[in-house]
């Protein structure tokens, strides 16, 4: 794509387009018919509240709204048209949607959840940001498209002080589901300013072999939570993947890295932000090494070489 800007640091390449200031205001439709969800789901519970890692013990599923139309499935998936951007705001506090026009493809969804989120969050959909990721490109046999642990969106560690509200998430792919894991994880031994939580539920995740492994449809609109432990799924054949997420926060996200939306009028300043700068080390040190590194080291911590296959967790 023209207009592109590339950067790295600490292991991760970002590719940053410059995008148009031009694109679609979406607002909610009030008269929209809501999919029926679980009266006891933990994730309705805990919306809104203040982020306490206790939340951690309740296993908790994705909130399905359900396999979006055909048309749609046709729209989303066309392949080459959307630029890869990661957490894009896409609304303000008291804002509409607005979409730059480079993304006319994800109309329909933003606007499905547009109104899945005003019927379920009225009373606080103004006091949110929605960040936008977008995705693609072909995933090889036994490769992920995102490489990471086993992990949450919205993690509260040591530097936020004082917690705010929960994040909340909404995920659509068209193949290689997304797979969560529907078990309590026990997090009240650990340290925020030491220890690595994601390693922790990779430990803890691999202690059950897995057993709680769910897994969404292609197609499926799904909701999870700050909560919800989940990891990226492994390509059983080559195949070509697009997979969005739109992320509802109340924090500013000013990673060096993130997209700009020019239908705004903002100018945050973007700073190096990871989990590798704070220097954690995993709760059980004698645990599988292959649980206690990131996807770009191998096993002894070194950086792999170039073009290497990134290091997955063995979870089994």
Same mark, same amino acid.
């Given at each position: 794509?023209e207009?592109?800007?590339?950067?790295?640091?600490?292991?991760?390449?970002?590719?940053?387009?410059?995008?148009?200031?031009e694109?679609?205001?979406?607002?909610?439709?009030?008269?929209?018919?809501?999919?029926?969800?679980?009266?006891?789901?933990?994730?309705?519970r805990?919306?809104?509240?203040?982020?306490?890692?206790?939340?951690?013990?309740?296993?908790?599923?994705?909130?399905?709204?359900?396999?979006?139309?055909?048309? !749609?499935?046709?729209?989303?998936?066309?392949?080459?048209?959307?630029p890869?951007?990661?957490?894009?705001?896409?609304?303000?506090?008291?804002?509409?949607?607005?979409?730059?026009?480079?993304?006319?493809?994800?109309?329909?969804?933003?606007?499905?959840i547009?109104?899945?989120?005003?019927?379920?969050?009225?009373?606080?959909?103004?006091e949110?940001?929605?960040?936008?990721?977008?995705?693609?490109?072909?995933? !090889?046999?036994?490769e992920?498209?995102?490489?990471?642990?086993?992990?949450?969106d919205?993690?509260?560690?040591?530097?936020?002080?004082?917690?705010?509200?929960?994040?909340?998430?909404?995920?659509?792919?068209?193949?290689?589901?997304?797979?969560?894991? !529907?078990?309590?994880f026990?997090?009240?031994?650990?340290?925020?300013?030491k220890?690595?939580?994601?390693w922790?539920?990779?430990?803890?995740?691999?202690?059950?072999?897995?057993?709680?492994?769910?897994?969404?449809?292609?197609?499926?609109?799904t909701?999870m939570?700050?909560?919800?432990?989940?990891?990226g799924?492994?390509?059983?054949?080559?195949?070509?993947?697009?997979?969005?997420?739109?992320?509802?926060?109340?924090?500013?996200?000013?990673r060096?890295?993130?997209?700009?939306?020019?239908?705004?009028?903002?100018?945050?300043?973007?700073?190096?932000?990871d989990?590798?700068?704070?220097?954690?080390?995993?709760?059980?040190?004698n645990?599988?090494?292959?649980l206690?590194?990131?996807?770009?080291?191998?096993?002894?911590?070194?950086?792999?070489?170039?073009?290497?296959?990134k290091?997955?967790?063995?979870l089994?």
């Amino acid at each position: 794509m023209e207009n592109t800007k590339e950067l790295s640091y600490r292991g991760k390449q970002f590719v940053i387009p410059t995008l148009s200031r031009e694109g679609f205001i979406i607002t909610p439709k009030k008269d929209f018919v809501m999919p029926e969800i679980p009266d006891d789901s933990p994730i309705i519970r805990a919306l809104n509240k203040t982020w306490d890692e206790k939340e951690f013990l309740i296993p908790r599923r994705p909130i399905s709204f359900g396999i979006i139309p055909e048309h !749609e499935q046709q729209l989303f998936s066309r392949r080459g048209c959307a630029p890869r951007v990661l957490d894009l705001p896409i609304k303000f506090p008291g804002s509409t949607f607005r979409l730059p026009k480079e993304f006319a493809q994800d109309v329909p969804v933003t606007q499905r959840i547009a109104n899945i989120e005003h019927a379920i969050n009225p009373d606080c959909l103004d006091e949110y940001y929605c960040y936008f990721t977008s995705d693609e490109g072909w995933v !090889e046999v036994g490769e992920l498209q995102r490489e990471a642990p086993c992990h949450v969106d919205g993690f509260q560690g040591e530097r936020w002080k004082p917690k705010v509200r929960n994040n909340h998430t909404y995920t659509l792919g068209d193949v290689i589901p997304t797979v969560y894991y !529907e078990q309590p994880f026990h997090t009240d031994h650990l340290d925020p300013a030491k220890h690595d939580y994601f390693w922790e539920f990779n430990r803890q995740v691999k202690e059950t072999k897995s057993a709680h492994a769910w897994r969404s449809q292609p197609f499926e609109l799904t909701m999870m939570d700050c909560y919800s432990v989940h990891r990226g799924d492994k390509a059983k054949v080559r195949v070509y993947r697009r997979w969005t997420r739109y992320s509802f926060e109340v924090r500013i996200f000013d990673r060096l890295g993130n997209a700009h939306n020019p239908m705004f009028d903002y100018n945050w300043e973007m700073v190096p932000r990871d989990i590798e700068a704070l220097g954690l080390v995993p709760y059980d040190s004698n645990a599988d090494a292959s649980l206690n590194v990131f996807p770009w080291q191998a096993l002894d911590g070194s950086p792999l070489p170039e073009g290497a296959p990134k290091t997955q967790p063995n979870l089994l």
